[in-house]
Structures are given as structure tokens and as C-alpha cells.
């Protein structure tokens, strides 16, 4: 098979899944993973993709948010597996906050009783917790991004700005040791970067699909963050890498 032809492939199916796993790529095309590499840098300079940790992205999804039911549904079992996790951290009582997001979502719902203060800017979070009765549960107001049913601006910063929570359980769109935590939107950003401030404990709940994606909006280096839960899909490098970044990194 010629170069141009392989580019070719690969390119349609950076359209078709949305990914270009360098591994699994030269396997398929019986290349070696150099040579995957090499037209993938190629497909970049012509401004088809974005390299990332392991393979590539298109560059037009770069900054593409996908909703709340469909996001829900991508690695579904790595989010479950993750949340498990991070119950391990959450303590018998206290103050927690709940960050918007699927894998956050999870893990409000396997919430064991306890005496909790739960503050959050999702709606889905705080429509599990609405009717516990061991759960004293706030809602940061402001601005509802459609997108991920999270409030957002001045409302919800300004509340942060006077909180101090004992854990802080977080999400992002990406994740990597040189850019740490980001997200596509700003607006969203700046919530997310008052948590992080009003937290004494923060722990980013991300699985591996989403390590080497860094988006418009950073919130937080890695090194803020005391622990990261992720899943076993996670390359031993990148977590030997994020863990001299700063963090402990667990893997569910």
C-alpha cells in the first residue's frame, strides 16, 4: 500500500471514530507504529489533525462538546469502574463538592448514608440528591450551559469564593502532565478553577480516553490535584508521568 493511500484510511477513519489509535492502526495496516507516527504527522502539518498521547484526533473535535446522554454513554464501564474508586475516598461525614459531569454523576448515585453537605453546579447531580435525607444539598446558581447542565458565571464563582469544602470530586474534557486540566468552554473553566480554590482535597475523576486532549480552557495544573482516579486503560507512561507531575494516580 502506497502512503498516500494509508493517509487516506486513516483519515476516514479519524472521521468515522473520531480517533486514531497508533497501536491498534499498525497492526491493522501491518506497519510498523513508526510509520503511523510519520503519517500522522503529515495528516498535522496539512492541518487534517491534532496528535495526541498515543495516536491523533481530528482537529475540527478538538473543542467539540458532546451532550450529557451521549457523553453518559462513552466508556461507560471505565466510568463506573472509576467511580467506585473515588468512594473510597469520600469520608463517613462532611462537606463535599460535586463537580458537573457524568463520571460525578455516578458517583453521587452510590453515595452511602452518612451526614454529607453536598455543593454542586449540576442539575443531574443534585436531582439524585434532591430526596436523601442524610444529604444537606446546595445548588450554585447562575447560568445553565445546555451542553452539560452546569451553572456557570459570576452566580457560581462568587458563592465558591466564600466556601471552604473538606473534598472536592471534579471532571474534565482533558487531561495531560504539561497542560493539566482543561475544558473547551471558559465560562465553565472559571467555575471549575473557583472549585479547585475552595477545596482542601481535589480529586479529578477522567477516564483514559480523555489523557493528552488539551482543550481551549485550563483550570488546573496537575499538580493541584491530590489524587486522579482514572481507569487500568491509562498507559503506564502517561501515569508515570502524571504522577511526577504531582499527583497520586489511581487506577480503577
Known amino acids: 500500500m502506497y502512503g498516500a493511500e494509508r493517509r487516506q484510511l486513516l483519515t476516514q477513519r479519524l472521521r468515522q471514530e473520531g ?4 497501536a491498534t492502526a499498525s497492526e491493522e495496516l501491518d506497519v510498523a507504529p513508526e510509520t503511523i507516527r510519520r503519517d500522522l504527522g503529515a495528516l498535522e ?10 495516536g491523533a484526533i481530528p482537529l475540527e473535535r478538538l473543542d467539540f462538546e458532546p451532550e450529557v446522554a451521549q457523553r453518559d454513554t462513552t466508556a461507560s464501564a471505565e466510568k463506573d469502574r472509576i467511580a467506585r474508586a473515588a468512594l473510597e475516598r469520600v469520608p463517613e461525614r462532611g462537606t463535599l463538592l460535586l463537580d458537573a459531569g457524568t463520571t460525578t454523576a455516578r458517583l453521587a448515585g452510590m453515595l452511602p448514608a452518612g ?59 482533558g487531561f495531560s502532565a504539561d497542560r493539566g486540566c482543561t475544558t473547551p ?64 494516580v489511581v487506577l480503577a
Open 115 to 173: 451526614e454529607f453537605t453536598v455543593v454542586t453546579n449540576s442539575l443531574p447531580v443534585a436531582n439524585q440528591l434532591a430526596h436523601r435525607g442524610n444529604c444537606d444539598l446546595h445548588l450554585l446558581g447562575g447560568r445553565v450551559r445546555a451542553t452539560t447542565l452546569a451553572s456557570v458565571e459570576s452566580w457560581a464563582r462568587d458563592v465558591l469564593a466564600g466556601l471552604t469544602l473538606d473534598f472536592g470530586f471534579l471532571g474534565a474534557n
Open 45 to 54: 502539518r496539512q492541518g487534517f489533525v491534532r496528535r495526541v498521547y498515543g
Open 185 to 248: 468552554d471558559s465560562a465553565e473553566g472559571a467555575v471549575k478553577a473557583a472549585m479547585v480554590r475552595a477545596c482542601r482535597q481535589r480529586v479529578l475523576l477522567a477516564d483514559h480516553t480523555k489523557y493528552g486532549h488539551d482543550h481551549f480552557s485550563r483550570f488546573a495544573s496537575i499538580s493541584e490535584l491530590d489524587v486522579l482516579v482514572t481507569d487500568s486503560g491509562l498507559d503506564p507512561d502517561a501515569a508515570e508521568e502524571l504522577r511526577a507531575a504531582g499527583t497520586d
Open 19 to 22: 480517533r486514531i489509535d497508533v
